[in-house]
């Protein structure tokens, strides 16, 4: 790799010291002695009975805002050292104190919600007209609506406090639970036993013995766990459930569309539109299936590679490939991506100890994103950077905000990170070098479209399911297996030879106490992505400024609202979501007139 470009990110603009930073600890001391004055001062607040009396939350409405974007600078900072050095045990002390004092400014944001839910509606109204409050009116009527379909404010001030140390307690569980699991693997006649991250990373390998042996011994390896594994998603999901029932709720989905801003109707149709063009995707394995040699594929190799791009592409090359790409869409895309290359913004270094995977995150307080990936020089690493470059962009264009107003879900956030990753994507497949390579490439392209169509859906299925099971009681580790595999060969179609019945246990994502259906907003954002850039290809350049108005709504409006508005479309009804899917299908069918003379 040439050196042109620094592959190590800077922190030390953030905060100096890493885990032992000084300043760190002062900034946390005082977000700490903040949160406990705002309790004061909230605590002594009544609903408004005037218009007039709401001009004295106005400074109110500034302090909790201020708060919760220094909270995400301190998250950010965290996430940032714990990635960066898996051996760093300050880090994880940092995190957990993070932690504890979120726990108590989460209460006090529940009384801060129970003033705003018991103001008159008349009051209420005449206060969101105000100049001064119009533009966060969105994200307080939102809170003051969910905060009047929860249990009283002391209730949920109480639960909050309890799931540190039980639902939040369960997830950290988990993490101790993989911290320790281990996996056989044959190299040069020698056994050696490999962290989950380390296998997960040979289960895609180019060799279908290893593929074959490293699926056998990762299932078993995480059979070796299914007890705790079993019993950590149970009471997690007790845990939520019986929080549900106490706020009457019956519908495990409400939660996380309420998070993701969009409505059962949009995910039902999306869902539907999906499940009517599988035949297609099933076609494509049978192909894929084909070109390894063998009569249908095992679950490992869905993501296996059907060859190798000759080409191994140079971190700098990836740079000015990015650039180049976003500037042909937007010159603002493309001086943002400049410019977190150039003020070492990124860690991509290819080093041990950091902990797998990318991820981009925000530093308000400074106007900043700070991105996380290891780059060894595939296309995918490039199509990763672009991804997470997209994320830092998205929140670019959102930085001059009130905080309130920053707040976007999980899948208007993964619409504008993969939106960046089709431009370059896309580039990389017309630039192939030799039709061999533009096949790899664009099966590579394919493999993202199954993942969200049926990989993705195979966990929404199965976490449907389970939740419902759950109700009536415990389920044991094969009740829990066979679930799985009931989702992945609806999902799939049956196109596979075997699937991942464990899958339940090895997937983090079933943990996550954050976004609970951490799966649905995957495939929104791809397909949501693919519509908006069919009608950037149709429009050119005049688009960006239409894309950057879309984004800085992505916090303050439904996706319905959002899809309406900017792209002049109705996510209820099948269209949109048709004509997105349709551009998969559209790769798919090149895919397949271009590899038939190989199968004979």
């Not at 885990?19 to 001391?29: G, P, Y």
């Not at 013995?209 to 070796?224: H, I, P, S, V, Y």
């Not at 149970?234 to 706020?247: C, M, Q, T, V």
């Not at 670019?396 to 899948?411: C, K």
């Amino acid at each position: 790799m040439s050196n042109r470009l620094r592959q190590t990110w800077d922190l030390e603009t953030i905060f100096p010291g890493g885990s032992s930073s000084n300043e760190f600890d002062a900034f946390l001391k005082k977000l700490a002695a903040d949160v406990d004055t705002l309790a004061a001062q909230i605590g002594s607040l009544n609903p408004p009975t005037s218009v007039e009396q709401t001009e004295a939350f106005d400074p109110v409405f500034e302090n909790v805002q201020s708060a919760s974007a220094r909270f995400r600078q301190a998250g950010a900072f965290v996430s940032c050292l714990s990635a960066q050095d898996q051996n760093d045990q300050k880090a994880g002390q940092l995190s957990a104190r993070v932690g504890s004092i979120r726990a108590r400014w989460q209460s006090v944001v529940a009384t801060f919600d129970s003033v705003l839910q018991n103001t008159e509606n008349a009051v209420w109204e005449a206060w969101m007209a105000r100049d001064a409050v119009a533009p966060i009116s969105f994200n307080l009527s939102e809170s003051r609506s969910q905060a009047r379909d929860k249990m009283m404010p002391e209730l949920e001030s109480l639960a909050l406090s309890l799931s540190v140390d039980g639902y939040q307690g369960w997830s950290s569980f988990y993490n101790t639970i993989v911290r320790h699991v281990r996996v056989k693997f044959e190299e040069n006649g020698e056994t050696r036993l490999l962290s989950a991250a380390q296998a997960a990373n040979k289960l895609g390998s180019s060799d279908p013995k290893q593929r074959e042996e490293m699926g056998r011994n990762w299932e078993q390896a995480w059979t070796d766990v299914e007890d705790y594994c079993a019993d950590t998603l149970n009471h997690l999901a007790g845990f939520r459930l019986s929080l549900y029932e106490k706020r009457g709720w019956d519908n495990v989905l409400r939660e996380p569309l309420e998070i993701n801003r969009m409505s059962d109707q949009t995910l039902s149709t999306m869902w539907q539109v999906i499940t009517n063009n599988k035949s297609v995707f099933v076609e494509y394995l049978n192909r894929k299936a084909q070109l390894l040699g063998t009569e249908k594929l095992g679950w490992h190799d869905v993501d296996a590679p059907i060859g190798e791009s000759e080409s191994k592409i140079q971190y700098d090359d990836a740079a000015d490939l990015i650039v180049e790409q976003f500037r042909s869409f937007s010159p603002r895309m493309a001086d943002f991506a400049q410019r977190a290359f150039d003020n070492h913004w990124i860690e991509a270094e290819d080093r041990a100890g950091k902990r797998p995977g990318g991820f981009c995150t925000a530093l308000p307080l400074t106007k900043q994103t700070r991105i996380f990936m290891t780059y060894s020089g595939t296309a995918s690493n490039v199509s990763t950077l672009a991804h997470e470059l997209g994320h830092g962009y998205h929140q670019h264009v959102m930085d001059e905000l009130p905080t309130f107003s920053q707040r976007y879900a999980m899948n208007v956030a993964e619409t504008a990170s993969t939106f960046a990753e089709m431009i370059v994507a896309d580039s990389l497949v017309k630039k192939a070098a030799t039709e061999e390579e533009r096949i790899v490439l664009l099966e590579d392209k394919i493999q993202r479209s199954v993942a969200f169509f049926m990989n993705i859906h195979a966990r929404f299925l199965f976490e449907t399911r389970f939740y419902e099971k759950r109700r009536s009681g415990l389920l044991t580790p094969q009740d829990l297996s066979e679930l799985m595999v009931e989702a992945q060969e609806e999902a799939f179609c049956g196109a596979l030879d075997d699937y991942h019945p464990h899958f339940w246990a090895s997937k983090l994502h079933f943990y996550n106490t954050g976004v609970p259906f951490y799966n649905f907003p995957y495939t929104f954002g791809y397909l949501f992505s693919a519509g908006i850039y069919a009608q950037a290809q149709r429009e050119g350049q005049s688009f960006a400024d239409k894309y950057d108005a879309l984004l800085l709504d992505t916090g303050r409006m439904t996706v319905e609202e959002l899809a309406s508005k900017h792209l002049g479309v109705d996510l209820t009804k099948p269209d949109f979501w048709q004509a997105a899917v349709d551009m998969s299908v559209a790769d798919v069918r090149s895919f397949l007139d271009m590899t038939a003379s190989k199968v004979g």
